[in-house]
């Protein structure tokens, strides 16, 4: 985790975002949004597999964000994990950012 600038935190994650690994994202989720009101910046550019269990995790964490007042921003998703993110909708609860 790195503070990213006024009212943000950008948090970073690799490869595979499944059933094995997204309790742990969650953690390390929860622990940002209880910092901020503001943004929580995701950096996807690494994950290579998005499961239920990991889209799960990031609508939670967003609804977590939404009612503190701030938001979660998902960066950089690979192409295989943007289409996760668009067939599940996770763009309606989330900012989806390609940069």
Same mark, same amino acid.
């Given at each position: 985790?790195?503070?990213?600038?006024?009212?943000?935190?950008?948090?970073?994650?690799?490869?595979?975002?499944?059933?094995?690994?997204?309790?742990?994202?969650?953690?390390?989720?929860?622990?940002?949004?209880?910092?901020?009101?503001?943004?929580?910046?995701?950096?996807?550019?690494?994950?290579?597999? %998005?499961?239920?269990?990991?889209?799960?995790? %990031?609508?939670?964490?967003?609804?977590?964000?939404?009612?503190?007042?701030? %938001?979660?921003?998902?960066?950089?998703?690979?192409?295989?994990?943007?289409?996760?993110?668009?067939?599940?909708?996770?763009?309606?609860?989330?900012?989806?950012?390609?940069?």
């Amino acid at each position: 985790m790195a503070d990213a600038g006024p009212g943000r935190i950008r948090l970073w994650v690799a490869g595979d975002v499944d059933l094995a690994t997204a309790d742990t994202l969650a953690d390390a989720l929860d622990r940002a949004v209880a910092q901020t009101t503001g943004a929580v910046e995701l950096d996807l550019s690494e994950v290579t597999f %998005l499961d239920a269990r990991g889209v799960a995790v %990031l609508v939670r964490a967003a609804a977590a964000a939404g009612t503190r007042g701030g %938001l979660l921003r998902l960066v950089s998703p690979r192409s295989s994990v943007r289409r996760v993110l668009e067939l599940t909708r996770v763009a309606a609860v989330c900012e989806v950012r390609p940069e």
